[in-house]
């Protein structure tokens, strides 16, 4: 609209008056007489009227502004009945009614003119309704499905089944199955399709209605309308799940207009005659010359008009178009918007041409377009991101053929590994590179780098757009527009994040991907171009988010959890802590109010509530009805409540305040804060509020990049690890193909000559081989160039090194960590494993930089050291590190090794198994766990002491096999990678933790050693949980095998359940790896167990040996249950087998009977034979012999049929068979001595609880007996009595002819 009153303003020195001819023709000024004339023939009134000379008032460019305002002036009558003819009734500005004219769940457009159904059949009408005369409107199909398009009054209710023209008094056209509606349905008219525009006709003067179809009629649809006192019709329409239109109520000229019907919205009157009045003056300038030399006005034809530059005539079309654009501003902006939309559709459908030129093309007309300063704010505010999946610019498919995109003659020559480089992976042989082989593979890099050329221009182009929104500097006339694409592009990550939005709306994984990266270079290029005019600022390469971001409530998190848990119940229990380190006091009466039930609440002003459901809420931006400033962003509205005015002071902390000097602090939605509520007046300020002293005083960098920075982490942890994970699926097809190719080759040289059939069948199949690996090598060329290049791997690791800074900061702030966000952790664990395991063998995560490696910022930026936290530092420095790689792997294991069993992570039980997978991880690899032990000694310790804690209430599994971990390497038998009788198998990923050579931690081991010997409870706590978890397991591992046993032996056809075979083989892995941390823990520290002046090693070893000879038994039998089951190798149960568990079990007792100390072994022996299940044979099985040998006769070779430890020399060594040998021999003499000295004891005098012992302790105050060893078990879980359950205060020996006993320990 025009603006009145508003001109242009020229100072009278630029443009003076002249007389003088000479200078005229210089210049091109003319006199005042003939600009006086010429501007009076340009903007003469609307009557042309031409009154006398002498009464016109002299114009010149100075009076020339309030003349215009004159002659543009609209009769206020004009104005005032514009919206009030007879015939309708409602608003002259004609809208869909989402305050109640609806039905189900409807997404409506912000402009209150599109819709899209987001439920089974919802309906919607419009404001406005007529009931006389003759109206029209129109409809653009967006989408072909079951939609029913027509006319209803304000009485017809519809409902999830019932629609449009299902009623009474409505009246629709269903384009989809060709059908009229009215209650009944008949065939009319013709199929609509995406794109088509329906025109909706009423004529109630004769009562009919009718439809058009792209301005052809369909005809006459229906008669006789009700027509009368109380009957007016609205525009209304009924739409199923994902069907989408948008209506034209004449708020634009309609598509295909109808003689004698009228738009429901009347076109702007005002402003159509004063664009007719400005383009009438545009044409006289046209038609209309200047002869400054001659003094006078020369007409002349429009087409023979030329623009030679003359002042004069600029200045006056400066003026008309001064007054004329404003009023172009919606047809521009339709146009801005249908021009972008298509844009957007040909580059995403484009073919992929060998050049990309395509590409390249549409993305440079968009670079063209976003300069514009004006288009670009209009473009991020209303399109980029409301109407289109703007992420699409910064996508670049992949070509569906290889042909399509010319790959074949940019990559002519194929090659692929012959095997994989990556860590963990083993080669039954490695063989030299051929000479051909060589020429291959630099022939294919040469063609894989002349893509990545290719790709490299497009990513540029993309990384401009990016730079574009980015821009901060336009701040003139409005808001810059990086602080448009912030508001926008938090609403992009609530829509991913919480999946409350619009389905379709979601950013697909693949486009999230290449998103992210051109978001990084831009954000990178930003952050080091304010460090170079800022020189206090930080470098990207030491970005980090402050924590004070998580908790003063100025960033929305969509109500992801927070590593302390909900963020209503931190702010609670830590009000204390936030306002002595940070500052920040909340209101006890706030908190008060923001209960559970608070925060499920979607809180509105009475009125408004009452009058618009929720269901038809605007997709984005403002609605003309007032609202809360949290109903645009839910989340924000209702958790961060607590910071609202009433709510937060923030005392500032360079220097003490008093209480008067308290600041009030607003907490604003994402659509409401400006530039200052983000950057703030001053640096601490904005989203910097609540500083911690253990932050540093100077900026980082701008917020708004912090705010960025943020939501790049979160689209990382939302989708980009899934799709860098999917896409090595690729690499893996290529390793199997060529894996296949090589197979055939083999059998094609073995194949003999005669055998012609086989030899063409070889043939036919190493083509097919062949030719996929050719094209699959070519598309994983395209895969790499794309997503894995070099650049994408530093990226990666920059986000990495951002986490690691953050946690660093966050974790200095006590109690306050507990505030940030759980992705932060989860981001720093999967970009590490996407560094490991994604990006090779192409790249090493060894190549990558690091500040001692004198690592250049992006945009050749040179950054200068300090990037690492004071404690980072401190550890890098103290271990000399000097390369990236290993410097991030120290600071990710130190984080770890701190958080895994941190206090202060309480939030979702998947965090802490995450923390502690990948710990478990970490220690597999030899680089990841030489750097675990390179952390400072203080939080190694400190890191085994939580590792060594009781397992009750902790992931007990994950931490065993972490200590398993430990030792793998060490043990008896214990030197394998996968197990002897899978070897043969399919092999499984070598990639995989569990399948890692042995890499044993001595130095982590010492400090097990040390930490068990200390104390009087480490130890006996440890082992407890360690033989309560060993019997656990093993008894469910025994209880699931008979389940499954008597499965396979009925008759009828059963199936086992997949998932109770796989909870099976969990249970015998886990009891092997139990048995493993024991056998360690023997081997390490044997007095816990064999010096019995400790007051709980007799109890403890008793128990070793009851487990150990119960899973001796169970295995060992003849034909037992345990044999049968292995010997059905059902699949789940691939691990189940002899070898690990006997190996453990053989391991534990080489360490208790052969390498102990004398008196050790002595005890071991006696505890281990007065056991009752104790059995010989069981030992003997260990060498394949069902009895134990004559003294002195050699042992017989073992029998192939049975088990035997002999069978495996290729994992068990001689000297540990030798070592077996002496344990077998030690155990026969001692079992024959026993048995000769053994005396029978009275059934009275055996322990009630497990007639093994005899009973040596009485319980006071009960009197009841038992044997200590039962006792003492019983005690370390339990106080109260076996058989009376009275609380046991002490426990006194007990002797059966002593008449008296003493006091030996306290309950």
């Not at 095998?1041 to 009828?1052: G, N, Y």
Request: one cysteine or more; proline letters at 6%; aromatic letters at 8%.
């Amino acid at each position: 609209m025009a603006s009145k009153g508003t001109g242009m303003s020229f100072s009278h020195k630029s443009y003076r008056l002249t007389s003088d001819p000479e200078k005229a023709k210089v210049t091109g000024i003319v006199e005042e007489k003939l600009l006086n004339d010429y501007l009076h023939r340009i903007f003469s009134s609307p009557d042309h009227a031409s009154p006398a000379a002498t009464s016109r008032k002299l114009l010149n460019f100075q009076n020339l502004p309030e003349h215009l305002d004159q002659l543009l002036q609209v009769d206020s009558e004009d104005e005032e009945s514009q919206g009030q003819d007879e015939g309708r009734l409602g608003p002259s500005i004609v809208v869909l009614d989402h305050t109640g004219g609806f039905e189900g769940l409807l997404l409506v457009d912000d402009d209150l003119l599109g819709v899209i159904g987001h439920s089974n059949f919802g309906t919607i009408r419009s404001t406005t309704c007529v009931y006389k005369g003759k109206w029209v409107y129109e409809v653009l199909i967006s989408s072909q499905g079951l939609m029913q398009i027509g006319w209803c009054t304000i009485n017809c209710r519809f409902n999830q089944e019932e629609g449009v023209g299902d009623t009474h008094n409505s009246y629709a056209y269903d384009g989809n199955r060709v059908r009229k509606w009215n209650v009944t349905t008949t065939n009319y008219g013709k199929a609509w399709a995406a794109g088509d525009i329906v025109s909706c006709l009423i004529d109630l003067d004769d009562g009919t209605l009718s439809f058009c179809l792209n301005g052809v009629s369909l005809g006459t649809a229906f008669e006789n309308l009700s027509r009368g006192l109380g009957m007016a019709y609205f525009p209304a329409i009924s739409l199923s799940f994902k069907e989408s239109v948008a209506f034209n109520f004449g708020s634009r000229p309609l598509r295909y207009p109808v003689a004698g019907y009228r738009p429901l919205q009347d076109p702007p009157r005002a402003d159509l005659v004063r664009a007719q009045r400005l383009l009438g003056c545009f044409r006289a300038v046209l038609s209309m010359e200047l002869d400054p030399v001659e003094g006078r006005l020369v007409e002349k034809e429009n087409s023979e008009w030329q623009l030679q530059g003359q002042p004069t005539i600029l200045l006056t079309l400066a003026h008309i178009f001064h007054h004329f654009a404003p009023l172009l501003d919606y047809e521009v902006q339709d146009c801005l918007k249908q021009l972008m939309m298509s844009l957007l559709r040909l580059y995403r459908f484009s073919p992929i041409v060998p050049d990309l030129g395509l590409q390249i093309h549409y993305l440079r007309l968009t670079i063209a377009i976003l300069r514009h300063q004006k288009s670009r704010k209009f473009l991020l505010s209303n399109v980029l991101f409301d109407v289109l999946r703007s992420v699409v610019f910064f996508y670049i498919k992949s070509p569906l053929r290889v042909e399509e995109a010319g790959l074949q003659e940019l990559i002519p020559t194929t090659w692929w590994p012959h095997r994989s480089s990556r860590e963990g992976k083993e080669s039954k042989e490695v063989r030299e590179e051929t000479a051909e082989e060589r020429l291959r593979r630099r022939a294919y890099e040469r063609g894989c780098q002349r893509l990545k050329k290719r790709i490299e221009v497009v990513e540029e182009l993309q990384v401009q757009i990016l730079k574009l929104l980015l821009n901060n500097k336009d701040d003139n006339g409005g808001e810059a527009s990086r602080y448009i694409f912030l508001t926008k592009f938090r609403k992009f990550l609530q829509e991913n994040a919480s999946g409350r939005g619009n389905v379709p709306m979601l950013c697909p994984p693949e486009y999230m991907v290449c998103f992210l990266h051109r978001l990084i270079s831009a954000l990178r290029y930003y952050w080091d171009e304010y460090k170079a005019s800022n020189p206090r600022a930080s470098f990207s390469e030491e970005a980090y988010i402050p924590p004070q971001v998580f908790y003063n409530g100025k960033v929305d998190y969509f109500d992801l959890q927070r590593l302390g848990g909900l963020l209503s119940h931190l702010r609670k229990t830590l009000k204390d802590d936030l306002a002595s380190k940070a500052n920040i006091l909340i209101d006890p009466l706030e908190l008060q109010a923001a209960t559970m039930d608070d925060l499920d609440e979607d809180e509105e002003p009475a009125p408004a509530a009452a009058q618009r459901p929720m269901q038809a809420l605007p997709m984005g931006g403002a609605l003309p009805l007032p609202r809360p400033g949290w109903l645009s962003s839910p989340t924000l509205g209702r958790a961060n409540r607590f910071l609202s005015t009433a709510a937060v002071s923030l005392m500032t902390p360079r220097r003490p305040l008093s209480a008067m000097e308290k600041v009030k602090v607003r907490t604003l939605s994402v659509e409401q804060r400006t530039r200052e509520d983000i950057e703030g007046s001053h640096w601490n300020e904005g989203l910097l509020l609540g500083r911690p002293p253990e932050e540093p005083e100077q900026p980082l960098t701008e917020n708004s990049l912090l705010e960025i920075l943020d939501g790049a982490i979160m689209m990382y942890n939302l989708s980009v690890h899934q799709q860098l994970g999917k896409m090595v699926g690729v690499s893996d097809d290529v390793n199997e193909y060529a894996m296949a190719l090589r197979d055939t080759e083999d059998k094609l040289r073995r194949c003999p000559k005669g055998r012609k059939d086989i030899l063409a069948e070889l043939s036919k199949s190493q083509k097919v081989f062949s030719e996929k690996l050719d094209h699959l090598s070519r598309r994983l060329a395209w895969v790499h160039a794309t997503l894995y290049s070099q650049e994408k791997m530093l990226d990666i690791y920059w986000l990495l090194r951002v986490c690691l800074r953050t946690i660093e900061h966050g974790d200095r702030t006590g109690p306050l960590f507990a505030f940030m966000p759980e992705f932060y952790l989860n981001v720093a664990i999967n970009s590490y494993s996407a560094l490991k395991n994604y990006f090779g063998p192409v790249h090493s995560m060894e190549e990558l930089p690091g500040p001692g490696a004198g690592f250049v910022p992006k945009d050749g930026a040179v950054g200068d050291q300090g990037a690492l936290t004071a404690g980072s530092s401190s550890v890098c420095a103290e271990m000399g590190l000097h390369s990236g790689y290993e410097e991030t792997l120290t600071r990710l294991a130190a984080i770890l090794a701190k958080h895994f069993a941190d206090t202060r992570i309480v939030g979702t039980a998947d965090i802490r198994d995450s923390l502690m997978q990948a710990l478990a991880s970490y220690v597999c690899y030899p680089h990841s766990l030489r750097a675990v032990e390179r952390i400072p000694e203080e939080q190694r310790i400190a890191m085994v002491r939580n590792l060594l804690a009781p397992y009750e209430q902790r992931p007990w599994a994950q931490t065993n096999w972490i200590l398993v971990r430990l030792w793998r390497g060490c043990g008896f038998g214990y030197r394998y990678t996968r197990l002897p009788h899978l070897l043969k198998t399919k092999p499984e990923d070598a990639n995989l933790p569990s399948l890692q050579k042995p890499c044993p931690s001595t130095l982590l081991q010492q400090h097990m050693a040390d930490l068990l010997r200390q104390g009087p409870d480490v130890a006996p706590s440890f082992l407890n949980s360690v033989l309560n978890q060993l019997n656990w397991a093993f008894s469910e591992f025994i209880g699931m095998i008979q389940e499954i046993q008597q499965a396979a032996e009925r008759l009828e056809r059963n199936f086992v359940d997949s998932r109770q075979l796989k909870v099976c083989a969990t249970c015998f892995d886990l009891s092997v790896s139990l048995l493993r941390v024991l056998e360690m823990t023997i081997t390490l520290v044997p007095e816990i167990f064999l010096d019995w002046t400790r007051p709980t090693s007799e109890m403890l070893l008793r128990r070793l040996a009851q487990l150990l000879n119960q899973v001796l038994n169970r295995v060992t039998a003849e034909r037992n249950l345990f044999d049968r089951v292995v010997t059905l190798r059902l699949p789940g149960l691939e691990s189940v087998d002899h070898y690990p568990i006997l190996v453990a079990v053989t391991g534990i007792l080489v360490q208790l009977l052969v390498h102990g100390p004398a008196s050790g072994k002595e005890k071991a022996t006696s505890v281990l034979l007065a056991d009752p299940c104790f059995q010989l044979r069981s030992i003997c099985y260990l060498l394949g012999q069902s009895e134990p040998p004559a003294p002195g006769t050699a042992l017989p070779a073992p029998d192939r049929k049975h088990f035997s430890l002999q069978s495996y020399t290729d994992y068990v060594s001689a000297e540990e068979l030798t070592q077996v040998e002496q344990m077998l021999a030690h155990l026969t003499s001692a079992s024959a001595q026993a048995a000769a000295a053994s005396l029978p004891t009275s059934e009275e005098d055996l322990c009630p609880i497990c007639y093994a012992h005899p009973i040596s302790a009485v319980f006071q105050p009960c009197g009841h007996k038992s044997c200590k060893a039962c006792i003492d078990q019983h005690l370390m879980n339990n106080k109260d009595c076996f058989f009376c359950k009275a609380t046991i205060v002490s426990v006194e020996d007990w002797e059966k002819s002593a008449n008296s006993s003493t006091t030996s320990s306290a309950a």
